[in-house]
C-alpha cells in the first residue's frame, strides 16, 4: 500500500458534502465554467488542478457564493451542500460562508490584533455567549491552526505584523473559529516559503479529519502530496475527476496526461 492509499478514508464512511450539477459561470458574455458536474466529499481533501485561465478559483468561488461579489458575474446550474441548494433566495450568504469558509492565496488578516481576526467570526455569527466562551474558541482556534505556541504571549499585537506564513496560518485560525463545514483554500501556499508550505499541508491533513478541504493548487506535488481526490480543469470543464494517485499514475483522459507530464499548463 503506498502512503496515498493509507490517507484514503474507508469508502464507507465517506459521504457526499457538496454536490454540483451543470454549473455554469459567466463573465458578462463569456462563460468561463461550461457546464461543471462534481461530488465533492466530505472529510475528505479534494485539490484542483489545471492550466492557468481553466476556471480553477472561478468554480471554487461558487461553491461559498464569493462569485457574488464580483459584478459581472452570473452562475446557473445547482450547488447542494447536504442537500440544500446554496444559491436559494433564502439563503444569507454570510451565513453560507461561516459554513463553507475560505483561505485565500495571500494571507489578509484584517487590520486587528490576532484576538480580534479569530473572534470575528463567532462574534458576527453569535457563536458563543461570553468571553471566556470566545477565548476558549480564539485558544482552540489557534492551535488547531498550529499558531498557538507562537501568538499567546502577543495576542493583542497586529495580525499584519506577522510573518507570512503566521499570517496565513492566522487565516485559517480565522476560517476554523466559525467551525465550518467546507473549507476552501485558493493556492494557500502560494506565498509562501518550503518551511511554512510544510507546516499548512501538514494542517490540511489534520482538517480533513473534521471537513471537507478543496484546495486550489498550481503545484502538481502538493496536490498529490495533499489531496485524496483530484479533478483536473480545463477550459472551463472538468475533464477528469478521480482519487488522487490514479490521476497522477493513470489517468483515462490525454489532456490530463499531458497536463501531469508537463506538456503544458
Ligand atoms: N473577475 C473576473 N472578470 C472577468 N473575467 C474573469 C474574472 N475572473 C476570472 N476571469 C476569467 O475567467 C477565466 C477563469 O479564470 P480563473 O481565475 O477562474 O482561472 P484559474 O484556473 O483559477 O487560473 P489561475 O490558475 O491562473 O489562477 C479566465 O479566462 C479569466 O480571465
Redesign the pocket.
Known sequence: MTDLEATQPAPDTVQTKIQARDVRVF?GP?E?IKGVDVDILDKTVTAFI?P???????FLRCLNRMNDT?E??RVTGEILLDGGDIYDRRVDPVQLRARVGMVFQKPNPFPKSIYDNVAYGPRIHGLVANRAELDSVVEQSLRRAALWTEVKDRLDEPGTGLSGGQQQRLCIARAVATAPEVLLMDEPCSALDPIATAQVEELIDELKQSFSVVI?T?SMQQAARVSQKTAF?HLGHIVEYDDTPKIFTNPVDQRTQDYITGRFG
Open positions: 463573465y463569456t468561463a489545471g492557468s485561465g481553466c476556471g480553477k478559483s472561478t464580483i459581472s458575474a486550489v498550481h480543469f
